[in-house]
């Protein structure tokens, strides 16, 4: 049996180092450790989650729940145990400080368990209905009587989710592999299972039964693949001279849907593998009439007024249905799924086999009113390709995707498999999805109808860390500069997060928790910023201003440190 207190070590070697060899040996000699029954609680355990997202499971533990927790554990006042956060900063740190001097202790206490503090985090998270929240008090607490004091910080932090260790998923994955084979050879084939199931703790529970498994691992319904990404180019020129002979498809600005059915169930996935399916009944539907009994595919979803041939985009799309209520929006305002892809058909997982065969299913499967093929055309000319996206424009389209014919699906991955050309590509102007990590209020005269602006980070997965990229100090419109200014107070904390690298320091910090897509001119290099930085240079945007909030993007799908030092190299190549 592994002991949540070893892992509780380790967490804590963990966050004082920060070079990734060390992390992964670290990680690695902790997982050689787990039992096969283990393994799978203890990979999720380290993402900081109890499942993956689109299972829905959340733990629903507020800050208020846990002082609580940690008081009656402690045997302090609930004053005293805030009084403490206040100066700590850090609900995980107050925890362990006051068991640390506990007033009061109990009388037998558990040996816990790696399975024993999963499991009752999970009781915590399953709780419900009236009562649930003394439930979740008291279970917290319980877990908390038999912690030491390190296992009381880790604990906390986590039931917050906050417990962002700085390993990031390629870490664990390499970890996996040193643990259970002695080196990273199987890193590939365990990355491609996870970019297939987006389930990591599934991941380690069966290659821990059988590595060969992971080898042959094949999509399945009702786990959803992280979606495929398009790299960009600025012109149908360089489309052509990449790809050549290629497929260009219509590129709709509407909600990305991952569909999963078997038999009568269907289930629809966000772009960020959260379960959407309640929100769209209407597609549903249209799904159990496909002529297939199981199939996983991927389409655009927006509202489409045939008779005045317009396309309403995803902002406007979302607001309709949220205004009029869903079943009432269908009708009035019926959606489109246009499927531009299809990645499992009954029992055949296709995402190994050429798009070009892809595509022709979809062109099968789909010719439905609701569900129907995303346009298409096979093209090998620069004129032709530009005649395409000049008509998704007037037909108010945001642009083109290219697609390779020969190439498979890329789950999780930015490939020239795709590549998108979008309207202001042409133009200098160019955006990131970044995450706010801090903010800054206006100062002078009109104060309060100032907001000082954002200080922005894009995540870089090799290291496990947000790094700065950009202050933003313009584009907020009044009415949003009074709503960011709310949303922000609301995640504001005492640090820094913990898995920020700095260089510059915002008035307030907050949670890593929103996403913003944010426009700019082009991309220098700047000791200030920490975006892929070397040798004392990070790039940053110039001109920063905020496009929108993207509340269909998480922290993990920002832009990435390498894309921002991919996109300089771009625009330098272009002079
Ligand atoms: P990304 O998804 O690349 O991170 P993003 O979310 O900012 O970037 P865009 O850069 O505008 O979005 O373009 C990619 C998105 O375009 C895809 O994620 C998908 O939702 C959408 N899309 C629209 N039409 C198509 C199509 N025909 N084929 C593939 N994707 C399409």
């Known amino acids: 049996m592994l002991l949540f207190s070893e892992a509780a070590a380790v967490f804590s070697e963990i966050e004082k180092r920060s070079g990734r060899l060390e992390m992964t040996d670290l990680l690695a000699a902790l997982l050689k450790k787990a039992e096969g029954a283990e393994i799978g609680k203890l990979t999720y355990l380290l993402q900081g989650m109890l499942a993956p997202p689109y299972e829905g499971i959340d733990l629903g533990v507020g800050e208020r729940f846990a002082i609580e927790a940690i008081a009656a554990s402690a045997g302090y006042s609930k004053k005293e145990v805030e009084a403490h956060y206040k100066k700590s900063g850090d609900l995980g740190d107050t925890a ?40 979740k008090i008291k279970l917290l607490t319980e877990l908390l009587n038999n912690a030491s004091p390190l296992e009381g910080r880790f604990l906390v932090r986590f039931v917050l989710g906050r417990l962002r260790l700085g390993v990031g998923d390629p870490t664990i994955i390499d970890a996996l592999s040193v643990a259970h084979v002695g080196d990273k050879s199987l890193r590939e084939p365990l990355e491609r299972a996870y970019n297939v199931c987006s389930d990591l703790g599934y991941v380690a529970k069966v290659f821990y039964e059988s590595p060969e498994r992971i080898e042959k691992f094949t999509v399945q319904p009702f786990k959803p693949l992280m979606p495929a990404l398009a790299e960009r180019l600025s012109t149908p020129k360089e489309i052509i001279e990449r790809l050549k002979k290629c497929a260009v498809e219509m590129k709709y600005d509407g909600f990305r849907l991952q569909c999963h059915k078997s038999g009568e169930r269907v289930e629809l996935y966000s772009r960020r593998l959260d379960r959407m399916t309640a929100m769209f009944p209407d597609v549903v539907d249209a799904i159990k009439g496909v002529k297939a009994k199981e199939l996983i595919f991927e389409g655009e979803a927006l509202a489409y007024d045939s008779a005045k041939k317009r396309y309403y985009p995803f902002q406007q799309t979302m607001r309709r249905r949220r205004k009029h209520g869903i079943e009432e929006a269908s009708k009035e305002f019926p959606l489109n799924l246009f499927v531009f892809d299809v990645l499992y058909a009954d029992g055949r997982d296709m995402t190994n086999e050429p798009y070009a065969k892809r595509r022709a299913l979809v062109e099968k499967l789909f010719k439905g009113k609701i569900l129907q093929p995303s346009q298409a055309l096979v093209v090998d000319s620069t004129k032709k390709l530009k005649e395409i996206f000049d008509e998704s424009l007037s037909e108010g389209l945001e642009g083109i995707m290219a697609k390779d014919l020969a190439a498979p699906y890329t789950a999780g991955k930015r490939k020239f498999a795709w590549i998108k050309l979008k309207k202001s590509y042409g133009k200098a102007v160019d955006t990131i999805d970044g995450v706010v990590v801090g903010y800054y209020l206006g100062h002078g005269a009109r104060a309060e109808f100032e907001f000082g602006g954002l200080l922005i980070a894009v995540y870089n997965p090799e290291r496990g860390k947000l790094e700065t990229v950009a202050k933003i100090g313009s584009g907020f419109s009044e009415a949003e500069m009074v709503e960011l200014e709310k949303m922000l107070e609301e995640i504001k904390a005492a640090r820094p997060p913990e898995e920020l690298d700095y260089r510059i320091e915002p008035e307030f910090w907050v949670e890593p928790k929103y996403v913003v897509e944010v426009a700019f001119d082009d991309i220098t290099q700047s000791p200030t910023h920490t975006c892929a930085m070397q040798d004392g240079k990070g790039y940053a945007l110039r001109f920063p201003r905020l496009v929108r909030i993207r509340t269909d993007k998480g922290v993990r799908e920002i832009t990435t440190s390498s894309e921002v030092a991919e996109m300089y190299e771009l625009q330098r190549s272009k002079g």
């Open 96 to 135: 362990e400080a006051l068991i640390g001097k506990k007033k009061q202790t109990a009388l037998s206490t558990t040996e816990m368990g790696v399975t024993y503090v999963y499991d009752a985090m999970l009781q915590i998270a399953k709780a419900s209905g009236p009562g649930s929240q003394e439930m």
